[in-house]
């Protein structure tokens, strides 16, 4: 997995507001159906992966865990990013290219 271009992608996808940063933005993106992927962190808390993974594997959302939260929270512009959802289903493509096996826990 390339990680510093998915991880530019989600920055992108950030200032073009197709994406939330954060725990809570992520949880009401994939509640809401708004999530197309969710991008998280391997050093998040575990109850937040536990979490997240939960709403991804009910809701069918792409599931790529990835980087650190301070990583992750240098592209946001937020210090420390446990997760993100990523809302375009064309910057999903695009970070989907560049996973080596596809990258999914949970897939549609």
């Given at each position: 997995?390339?990680e510093?271009?998915?991880?530019?992608?989600?920055?992108?996808?950030?200032?073009?507001?197709?994406?939330?940063?954060?725990?809570f933005?992520?949880?009401?993106?994939?509640?809401?159906?708004?999530?197309k992927?969710?991008?998280?962190?391997?050093?998040?808390?575990e109850?937040?992966?536990?979490?997240?993974?939960?709403?991804?594997?009910?809701?069918?959302?792409?599931?790529?865990?990835?980087?650190?939260?301070?990583?992750?929270?240098?592209?946001?512009?937020?210090?420390g990013?446990?997760?993100?959802?990523i809302?375009?289903?064309h910057?999903?493509?695009g970070?989907r290219?560049y996973t080596?096996?596809?990258?999914?826990?949970?897939d549609?």
């Amino acid at each position: 997995m390339q990680e510093e271009k998915i991880l530019k992608l989600y920055g992108l996808a950030l200032r073009a507001r197709q994406a939330k940063a954060g725990v809570f933005g992520t949880q009401a993106a994939i509640v809401k159906r708004q999530a197309k992927c969710v991008l998280l962190a391997r050093d998040a808390e575990e109850s937040t992966k536990k979490e997240i993974r939960f709403l991804c594997e009910k809701h069918g959302v792409f599931l790529i865990e990835l980087s650190d939260k301070a990583a992750m929270g240098n592209y946001a512009g937020k210090e420390g990013t446990a997760c993100a959802a990523i809302l375009d289903e064309h910057f999903t493509s695009g970070i989907r290219n560049y996973t080596i096996d596809g990258g999914a826990f949970h897939d549609k």
